[in-house]
């Protein structure tokens, strides 16, 4: 609880203008691990506000998003050391998800990225098979890049939208975009799934 106050206290600092930029780097990059949403949205807001610049934001938010998916992968390499899972899982059934995985690699990893849900199983089974470290931390880094990328500019550019159409601020406008995808998208995936529930 101390740690995630003190992050707090870094942020808030951040965002006034207070802290160095290797401060805001380390709070973004722990935020993704956190909440990657909000990390962008800082990141963007940050870079927009001149306190950091744009290569060093989204490197920071990148490089955070990737440490965190790879940990995912470490997780899944931990999770063979479980006798239960390495009873249950490991053998054939192993064998063939590693075959599959290594056949679909890219498309499974750029899928994981976009997809809510499908990364803590994908990129934990990617570990957890032995899929090589290397081609998935090539596929996870090229995955980010895109991922992280398309998003800011994708805040810049309907941020500037937003800022002339309404008026807002620019760190208000830019964040906007960001926060909304954040709220709407678990909230479409909730009406849906309650919809599929309540079809007969």
Same mark, same amino acid.
């Not at 709070?27 to 962008?40: C, H, N, P, R, Y």
């Not at 920071?60 to 899982?89: C, H, K, N």
């Not at 290594?102 to 976009?114: D, E, F, G, T, W």
């Not at 994908?122 to 570990?127: P, V």
């Given at each position: 609880?101390?740690?995630?106050?003190?992050?707090?206290?870094?942020?808030?600092?951040?965002?006034?203008?207070?802290?160095?930029?290797?401060?805001?780097?380390? +709070? *973004?990059? $722990?935020?993704? =691990?956190? @909440?990657?949403?909000?990390?962008?949205?800082?990141?963007?807001? *940050?870079?927009?506000?001149?306190?950091?610049?744009?290569? $060093?934001?989204?490197?920071?938010?990148?490089?955070?998003?990737? @440490?965190?998916? $790879?940990?995912?992968?470490? =997780? #899944?390499? #931990?999770?063979?050391?479980?006798?239960?899972?390495?009873?249950?899982?490991?053998?054939?059934?192993?064998?063939?998800?590693?075959?599959?995985?290594?056949?679909?690699?890219?498309?499974?990893?750029?899928?994981?990225?976009?997809?809510?849900? *499908?990364?803590?199983?994908?990129?934990?089974?990617?570990?957890?098979?032995?899929?090589?470290?290397?081609?998935?931390?090539?596929? +996870?880094?090229?995955?980010?890049?895109?991922?992280? #990328?398309? *998003?800011?500019?994708?805040?810049?550019?309907?941020?500037?939208?937003?800022?002339?159409?309404? #008026? @807002?601020?620019?760190? +208000?406008?830019?964040?906007?975009?960001?926060?909304? =995808?954040? +709220?709407?998208?678990?909230?479409?995936?909730?009406?849906?799934?309650?919809?599929?529930?309540?079809?007969?």
């Amino acid at each position: 609880m101390t740690a995630l106050h003190e992050i707090g206290n870094w942020f808030a600092m951040a965002l006034d203008g207070h802290a160095e930029p290797w401060v805001i780097v380390i +709070v *973004l990059a $722990l935020t993704t =691990l956190l @909440l990657e949403d909000l990390a962008i949205a800082a990141g963007v807001v *940050l870079a927009t506000q001149g306190m950091i610049s744009w290569s $060093l934001s989204l490197a920071a938010v990148g490089g955070g998003i990737a @440490l965190g998916d $790879l940990g995912l992968y470490a =997780l #899944g390499v #931990g999770a063979t050391r479980v006798p239960w899972l390495q009873r249950r899982f490991i053998g054939e059934r192993s064998d063939w998800a590693r075959n599959r995985l290594k056949q679909q690699l890219p498309s499974a990893i750029l899928l994981a990225r976009v997809i809510p849900g *499908l990364r803590l199983i994908t990129y934990t089974g990617c570990g957890f098979v032995g899929v090589a470290l290397v081609p998935f931390c090539l596929w +996870v880094a090229f995955a980010v890049t895109l991922w992280t #990328g398309g *998003l800011y500019f994708f805040s810049v550019a309907a941020g500037s939208v937003l800022s002339q159409l309404f #008026g @807002l601020p620019a760190p +208000v406008a830019v964040a906007l975009p960001i926060l909304v =995808l954040a +709220v709407a998208v678990p909230l479409v995936r909730a009406i849906r799934r309650r919809r599929s529930i309540t079809t007969p």
